[in-house]
DNA sequence: TTCCTTGCAAATCGTTTGCATAATG
DNA sequence: CATTATGCAAACGATTTGCAAGGAA
């Protein structure tokens, strides 16, 4: 099926565009809300899952329960924080390698792949110390 | 708060040994059921939820909206096939090092990692191959 | 005019939870 | 006896979907 331009998938992409912090759905209704009064979860969603199935976007779950999309569409690794839930990106190069590796030892055919690593984040080490003293 | 023993538990931990593909709650319910009638869906989550949190087994989202278990918690990465929905094992030695890696780039505290490949297995693309005939 | 999109609201569905009862230590 | 676990059913919450109306090609 043809894709036709619409105003609000447009919003959609130029916002998820000017975020580096992976937001879920309600995070981009609510924000395209502010310039857009009129639109709708159900489209928000609509248009994400299309621009996530035509790979112009990235669908991320990190085991939070909610799924977080992402305008960097390039081969990398993300960072889930357990403590204040953030999702960060991480550039690691060995990346490509374990992608050509991956494909050399799969029977299959691999599309691509889901790097995410979980922990705890500077900040909310930090915090945690703080709140000892 | 203290773990007590409790039959069904032992059931579906011992299901889940034996199992290598990576079985949904609702799949590890029907089968347990199949030995214990009584179990109810609720206390398969409760114990899936309980021991993953122990790390005692592992909760793996590929994507198709509901979680999958695993008995083995050794790092090890997932394929899922898009086609058949099938996730399998991947043993990929580099996973190591790209954990240390990623530990020694990030500024937090990295406890797990979750890698997952994504594409079409070999059993569906000669299926697709088949029926292209 | 044809087909894609939208807003709205209702429906889905995997998962969680409250509660009274049963089992464990 | 104190505490944790269970079965049941209801509640939750993120996401999807049906439908009539609006917009793009």
């Not at 130029?14 to 709708?40: C, G, W």
């Not at 357990?82 to 299959?108: H, I, P, W, Y």
Request: with cysteine; aromatic share 10%.
């Amino acid at each position: 099926m043809a894709v036709k331009y619409s105003r609000q998938r447009q919003m959609i992409y130029n916002f998820l565009m000017t975020r580096k912090d992976h937001p879920t759905a309600d995070v981009v209704y609510k924000n395209v809300r502010q310039e857009y009064p009129n639109i709708s979860l159900g489209t928000v969603y609509r248009n994400l899952t299309l621009l996530a199935d035509r790979g112009e976007i990235l669908r991320i779950q990190v085991g939070d329960g909610v799924d977080h999309f992402d305008a960097d569409t390039s081969r990398h690794c993300h960072f889930f924080c357990s403590d204040c839930g953030g999702v960060t990106d991480m550039q690691l190069d060995c990346v490509e390698d374990m992608f050509t590796r991956a494909q050399q030892k799969c029977s299959g055919k691999i599309e691509s792949q889901s790097i995410c690593f979980y922990g705890t984040c500077r900040k909310c080490l930090d915090k945690s110390v703080e709140n000892q003293k």
